[in-house]
């Protein structure tokens, strides 16, 4: 049994974690939730029992002998705090960027790479990657197994829970403002988005970064080769929907070999965790309202390039709360239990 800790307890992503650590079972012997000073003495459920919140220190760690720690409170919480907790002895699996790329912490989707987790001796973490990455690569294994892939490009549609629990508030107070004939107001009250996100589309997520990509761009062709051990080309253009949660993207997949959807949809079905909703007849293809709630990543729209038969299209959705964070975290720490728990 582990003694579990939860920092950024009252986030969007930590409230899932909680829900998702009791659907898989993870043997807690002790759950501790941690957020800021603000939030103490506030009460999280987990497995039909009330905790109270604690103020996130350097020291809770040691105090509680906490074995696991879920960080997926920013990144620069992670920086500061994430050493304290690894220092005390825990493994942490954390939801930021800040580790993501450092040679010697693991960047983990446990259905691709779970041989990596080994490493997280180092120093005591196991990053969880990007959202949208986590989806994609799940999409690309198969396929990259059966027609070796060469490049990729992507266009993500990115919810608004992507940015939290702020960035689904925005969301909603913009389309209530709408309805109520008052946007113009709502719209001068924009924190999280650089500009209105209901009723528009926004091609801006993270910062922009001198090649002209952003930093969320870059973190889907980094990461997603640090986590298949490749060289694929990637090129993405993030984009921010107006939709509560759940991530699509359209990707286009250039092979080394012919490709045959046929060979496509049953490597992708049978590859875990992911399953494929093709069924255009009938209308039949994953959408956000689909996928929320849901731990699975779903492909439709699987199709062959008209002029290229070395070219897959295809179109992914998954949770972003669950797939692309909370869910992912958790399978990483089941993993971690199986392969390196009980050494
Ligand atoms: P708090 O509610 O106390 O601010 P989201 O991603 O949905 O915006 O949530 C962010 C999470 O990270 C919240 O639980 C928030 O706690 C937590 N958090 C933000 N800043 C800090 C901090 N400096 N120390 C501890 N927790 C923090």
Known sequence: MYNVAVVGATGAVGEELFKVIEEYNIP????????????????????????????????????????????????SVSAKFAPCAASAGAVVIDNTSHFRMDKDIPLVVPEINPEDIALWQKRGIIANPNCSTIQMVLALKPLHDAFNIKRVDVATYQATS???????????????????????????????????????????????????????????????????????AVSATCVRVPVLRSHSEAITIHCEKDVDVEIARKVLNDFEDVEVMDDVEKNIYPMPIIATDTDITYVGRIRKDIFDSKIL???????????????????????????????
């Open 313 to 343: 299209h295809l179109w992914v959705v998954a949770d972003q709360v669950r797939v692309g964070a909370a869910t992912n975290a958790v399978r990483i720490a089941k993993k971690w239990i199986e392969l390196e728990g009980n050494k």
């Open 28 to 75: 807690v012997k002790k759950m501790v939730p941690l957020a800021s000073a603000r939030s103490v003495g506030k009460e999280i459920e987990f497995a039909a029992n009330k905790y109270k919140v604690k103020e996130l220190t350097c020291e809770v760690f040691e105090q509680e002998e906490i074995d696991i720690a879920f960080f997926s409170a920013g990144g």
């Open 162 to 232: 992507g940015a939290g629990k702020k960035g689904m508030e925005e969301l909603m107070n913009q389309m209530q403002a709408i309805f109520n004939f008052k946007l113009d107001k709502e719209v001068e009250k924009k924190e999280v988005f650089a500009h209105q996100i209901a009723l528009n589309v926004i091609p801006h997520i993270d910062r922009f970064m001198d090649n002209g990509y952003t930093k969320e761009e870059m973190k889907m062709v980094n990461e997603t080769n640090k986590i298949m051990h490749t060289n694929i």
